[in-house]
């Protein structure tokens, strides 16, 4: 019979040894809670097992928060100083609490965060740490869900340090690479891809270790986490798939296992730690029990305590083997990993999934068991009936009777491989015939089963997708659903998979038990892993409690009933420190602490990580998820929205302005703040203004990755707009500065007479260009920069692209006017639409030229576009009062609301007309502006289908009738982040160029950091996000369709960057006898009602590219 949730915490203690205190018979439910002043919640016991380790001591133990400076961190950092420039040093309010967190619910204050560029700073700060005995933790990119990525000593960051610790290097077939630990995952296999398709190797290789955080992980994390995912099972993760590794230990000391030499010295000089290892290794070996416990334990996922399998899997007398592997999942507290070398996998490209459902959990369970038999699928992910209730209807209509599935059906989405489309099939057939031998019957309903051909495998890349994203959508879905206040919680627990069905019914009635309703299960069924998703607050001592025990009944059923891991993936961390003996038992947890003591006796690498002395340590120091404003209340501080930050590298991230401003708007609001609280509260306020403020391009970039499509723009852009209007932080928006509606009235005063300002403004670049060619550039850059400082960053840094003035425009037909419209419209509706095009040259197109120096192309954007456009038989109109129009971002990005959405309104209508309330298309030549248009929310249901940028119209109706030929050039691309959020324009704007030149090669970085004029007052921002662009020395120019980026992108590349249309025309010539034929545009692009249709909405997503995640 399943004990319940409360007897199971009372019996837990049995495997702990005699008298030791473990986390299991520790009484939380009359616990009394501790918020401390940053407010992390401790859970302290009544009958406290540890009360020593919950008293501030200078004696630095192995667990947490309580660690007295007795002025070791002082003399720590000052010393520091002369290893790491100050710089990057931080010890301000606002980065330890953005340090504080990873994507765990557990905060601690670092007392610093030392941004590291290279090994010999990581050495220097390693034997600081012993000199001062001053504990360091290592971070890459903060995705750790267990806590193991913070610390309350000194963080030493790896992640976004620029173009440090990101080398790579790929054997030439591509079966193994070398690369640094601040690459991310994702970047490592692009790398690997982009390596095969260039020298047409027959085979393309990928990193084995697939988590489902990939593209936000960082190699450091990868390997120290011993993450793995969907796929990769417990053959294919790092510990399995590592060639080498190059580490430091813990007093500095480098050893390249790939290096004789250094193995060589290493053994000489570590002659007690080696032998320490071997010594283990001969133990564990000659104790047949151990052994044998070890071994079946790393049958199934693992990544609880130690890699223990170390130890029996090689010779004793190979200690750099051994501690190569143990470095595998060791989370930061053996020592530093600088590089790993991976024996890549081969990559299989023919695929097919199908979603097969069953009445209950036990009969997909058993399927399981015969799937994992036949040895065909590579990947088979389980989802109860919790989830299953969550699919939407484009799934459900792939799913047959998916509406009709009783209570406790669960589904199978199955993946099989091949390495060619009859090896797929073969798969196909072996993976059917072992679910059709299970017995089992098919269907959601047991009363009415269905034939196994009602589940067919999809080989339709398009339908696949929509089972994978599923699949990988439930953990946002459930995320983005929860309540404000509460964090959200990814257990992550494996069994031997025939016990699979058993521990998830008992798991999800322990989960209903303790009151978790909203609980979801998924997981790597081919594997036993389970996912347990589920929202969790820490609000009061009853929420609090029901965690304890949650966790305690949850530990007794995996391990106890099941003989299962507690963590197969996501590392030990704090989470499941006090809970390792349990699992482990004291014998193999004894090694474990030799282990640690071999390599760090002084615990001063992550202390209080895998192994740690309280107890109670998963219960302490719980991080709030206080309400601070709607836009941002549903994140979940993942992190995946960190590597498309343009800000990442030169100042904060958008998960980190979100944990800070949460922050924020904790102390605004507490009722009696100390002083300390008072004082911190305005020191953040002060570096927010920088950090989080002004280097933010408000580009949405973070949306496109965030798993609840958070645009943290969006929210940044709601505090400049409460700034610019003068609201403070309590009448609404909430601002982080205290401001007057000056900045509005400036606005609207600008806006109002935008024609000035669209005349002046060539005339001052004229003035300034006249200067540079005078003067040279250098007096220019010194004068600009200066003035930037003295007005605050208002007056813009001058560069060497900042372009001449434009002339006026000129050139296209004049839209109609209004009383002109309804005969044209008519007919139009008569005869079809003309083949017209309406043009909106841009305010920043037309007021900026090329820059000096520029000579390749003569013309504006309008003359090129005419000159294109009349090849492919277009007439091109131009709106009335072109020299006023403005789509408004330049006051949107300020903040300035009300002139940004005047100058929208004064577009769209102008817009309206020239196109015939939308009859014609329009196009934007500034692909920003036309997300601004788009995002006016001004209800233009006329334009909805009508506004293209420059690629998607000449890709959908000026190429037809162009012949393209390709310039021998090699030529750079920079797609605009606004382009980069709609779903399938990245590829047109590749597909295009390179019908245009020889070779095409993308600056590959998410955004410039431009943002309209923002890069030019804030160049750091710029140069920051623009370092990652690596191209050819071969490239000769660069095309986009953002003229600030251009500028922005220029500068960086040391090239002139221009609108691609140049490009296109210039490589284009009209197709013989096409604008004969084509008088109108053909009826089939215009829908029922005479608008577009979907097929053209290139921009319909409107930046949500609502990025998926799984686990
Ligand atoms: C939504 C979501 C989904 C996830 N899905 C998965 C999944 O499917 N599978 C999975 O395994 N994990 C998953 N994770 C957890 C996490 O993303 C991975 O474990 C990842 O590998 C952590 O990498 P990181 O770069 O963020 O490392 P961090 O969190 O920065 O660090 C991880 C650990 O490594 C240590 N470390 C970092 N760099 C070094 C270094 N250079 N030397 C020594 N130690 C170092 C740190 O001290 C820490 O203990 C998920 C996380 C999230 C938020
Ligand atoms: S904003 Fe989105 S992606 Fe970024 S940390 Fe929050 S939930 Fe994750
Ligand atoms: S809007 Fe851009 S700069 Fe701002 S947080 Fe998001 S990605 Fe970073």
């Not at 390495?419 to 798969?427: C, F, I, M, S």
């Amino acid at each position: 019979m399943r004990r319940s949730a409360q007897q199971g915490y009372a019996e837990l203690s049995h495997h702990a040894p005699d008298g030791a205190v473990s986390a299991s018979n520790t009484d939380f439910v009359n616990s009394r809670l501790h918020i401390n002043d940053w407010g992390a919640v401790s859970s302290i016991p009544e009958n406290d097992p540890a009360p020593h380790l919950r008293a501030a001591s200078s004696s630095y133990l192995n667990h947490d928060g309580m660690r007295v400076d007795d002025g070791r961190y002082k003399a720590f950092l000052q010393d520091a100083a002369a290893v790491v420039p100050q710089p990057r040093i931080f010890t301000d309010p606002l980065h330890l609490l953005a340090y504080g967190s990873d994507a765990s619910f557990y905060r601690l204050l670092p007392k610093a965060v030392i941004k590291v560029h290279n090994e010999a700073e990581v050495q220097g700060l390693l034997r600081l740490s012993q000199a001062h005995k001053v504990p360091v933790t290592f971070r890459a990119a903060g995705t750790s869900l267990s806590g193991q990525a913070v610390s309350d000593s000194i963080i030493i960051s790896v992640g976004y340090v620029g173009k440090n610790f990101r080398r790579i290097s790929i054997k030439d077939d591509g079966s193994q690479v070398t690369a640094e630990v601040g690459l991310l995952g994702g970047e490592v296999n692009k790398l690997l891809a982009g390596h095969a398709r260039r020298h047409k190797l027959p085979i393309s290789y990928r990193i084995g270790p697939d988590p489902a955080s990939i593209d936000a992980a960082m190699i450091g994390g990868i390997v120290a986490n011993n993450a793995s995912g969907m796929c990769c099972g417990v053959a294919q993760n790092t510990y399995h798939t590592i060639a080498d590794m190059r580490l430091l230990l813990a007093d500095g000391t480098v050893l390249d296992t790939a290096d004789e030499s250094s193995r060589k010295a290493f053994l000489q000089s570590h002659g007690k730690l080696a032998s320490a290892l071997s010594g283990l290794a001969r133990e564990v070996q000659g104790d047949p029990q151990l052994a044998g416990r070890i071994r079946a334990k790393y049958k199934i996922k693992n990544t609880v305590g130690y890699s223990l399998n170390a130890l029996v899997d090689f010779p004793p007398d190979d200690p750099v083997t051994i501690l190569k592997h143990l470095l595998v999942g060791s989370e930061g507290t053996l020592g530093f990993i600088s590089s790993v070398t991976y024996n890549t996998v081969q990559e299989v490209h023919h695929k097919a999934s199908a979603f097969v459902l069953f009445p209950d959990l036990y009969s997909a369970c058993d399927s399981v068991r015969h799937l994992k038999s036949s040895g065909v699928a590579s990947a088979v992910e389980i989802c109860d009936y919790a989830s299953l209730r969550l699919a939407q209807q484009e799934f459900v209509s792939l799913v047959a009777e998916l509406g009709q599935a009783q209570e406790g059906a669960a589904g199978l989405l199955i993946e099989v491989k091949g390495e060619t489309q009859q090896q797929l099939q073969q798969r196909i057939e072996a993976a059917q015939a072992a679910l059709q031998a299970s017995g089992v019957r098919f269907g959601g309903n047991a009363g009415a089963p269905l034939g196994l051909e009602s589940y067919p495998f999809r080989i339709n890349a398009a339908e696949t997708k929509v089972f994978w994203d599923f699949r990988k959508g439930l953990i946002p879905i459930i995320g983005g659903s929860r309540s404000v206040g509460t964090s959200m919680m990814i257990e992550d627990v494996v069994c031997p998979v025939e016990h699979l069905a058993g521990m998830t019914a008992d798991l999800t009635a322990l989960f209903r038990e303790c009151g978790y309703s909203d609980a979801s299960a998924v997981g790597h069924a081919l594997e036993g892993n389970l996912h347990l998703v589920f929202a969790q607050g820490f609000r009061t001592p009853e929420e609090v409690a029901t965690f304890g025990r949650l966790m305690a009944g949850m530990a007794d059923i995996v391990v106890h009933k099941y003989n299962g891991s507690l963590k197969g993936e996501h590392g030990t961390g704090r989470n499941m420190a006090p809970f390792v003996e349990l699992e482990w038992g004291a014998r193999a947890t004894g090694i474990m602490k030799r282990i640690k003591a071999a390599f760090d006796p002084h615990n001063l690498l992550n202390p209080g990580v895998i192994l740690n002395d309280d107890p109670a340590a998963h219960m302490q120091f719980l991080k709030p998820s206080p309400p601070a404003a709607s836009l941002i209340d549903n994140c979940m501080e993942c992190g995946y929205c960190e590597a498309f930050c343009p800000s990442r590298d030169v100042t904060i991230t958008p998960r980190q302005r979100i944990q800070t401003y949460r922050e924020i708007t904790r102390l605004r609001g507490l009722q009696q703040p100390t002083q300390e609280q008072q004082q911190r509260l305005s020191q953040m306020e002060d570096t927010w203004q920088y950090d989080g403020d002004s280097t933010c391009a408000a580009d949405g970039m973070c949306a496109v990755r965030c798993p609840v499509n958070i645009n943290t723009g969006e929210f940044t852009k709601q505090l400049r707009t409460a700034a610019v209007d003068g609201l403070d932080a309590a009448a609404g928006a909430a601002s982080a500065s205290t401001s007057s509606a000056w900045g509005s009235r400036l606005a609207m005063m600008a806006a109002n007479n935008f024609r000035l300002i669209n005349g002046g403004v060539p005339l001052l670049l004229n003035t300034v260009d006249f200067f540079h060619g005078l003067l040279g550039p250098r007096l220019l850059e010194v004068v600009s920069g200066t003035l930037n400082k003295w007005t605050n960053h208002i007056v813009p840094v001058w560069n060497p692209y900042i372009p001449k003035g434009a002339k006026a425009v000129s050139a296209g037909l004049s839209s109609p006017q209004a009383s002109e419209l309804p005969t044209q419209a008519a007919r139009a509706t008569q005869s079809g639409i003309p083949r017209q095009v309406v043009f909106l040259p841009t305010c920043v197109n037309r007021m900026m030229g090329p820059a000096r120096g520029d000579d390749r192309y003569s013309g504006s954007t309008l003359e090129v576009f005419t000159r294109l456009a009349e090849k492919a038989g277009y007439q091109v109109i131009v709106p009335q009062g072109v020299s006023g129009l403005c789509c408004g971002m330049m006051f949107d990005s300020r903040g300035a609301k009300k002139a940004a959405g005047l100058k929208a309104a004064e577009a769209i209508t102008a817009l309206s007309l020239a196109s015939q309330m939308g009859k014609l298309p329009i196009v934007i030549d500034n692909s920003p502006c036309l997300a601004q248009l788009k995002s006016a929310g001004l209800n233009q249901q006329e334009l909805k289908f009508s506004l293209y940028e420059p690629v998607a119209f000449t890709s959908l109706f000026l190429a037809p009738g162009l012949d393209f030929d390709k310039l021998p050039r090699s030529v750079a691309l920079h797609v605009p982040c606004t382009s980069k959020q709609a779903p399938g324009l990245s590829e047109k704007f590749v597909a295009l160029a390179e019908q245009c030149a020889e070779s095409v090669t993308p600056t590959g970085i998410p955004c410039c950091g431009m943002a309209g004029d923002r890069g030019l007052r804030f160049p750091e921002l710029t140069s920051s996000a623009c370092q990652h662009i690596d191209l050819p020395s071969n490239v000769t120019d660069g095309y986009s369709t953002s003229r600030t980026c251009e500028i922005g992108v220029s500068n960086a590349a040391g090239l002139h960057f221009r609108s691609i249309l140049f490009l296109f025309d210039e490589a284009s010539k009209p197709k013989p006898g096409f604008r004969e034929t084509a008088k109108e545009l053909p009826q089939q692009q215009v829908g029922q009602d005479g608008k577009r249709p979907s097929l053209t909405t290139v921009h319909e997503a409107g930046g949500a590219g609502g990025g998926m995640t799984s686990v």
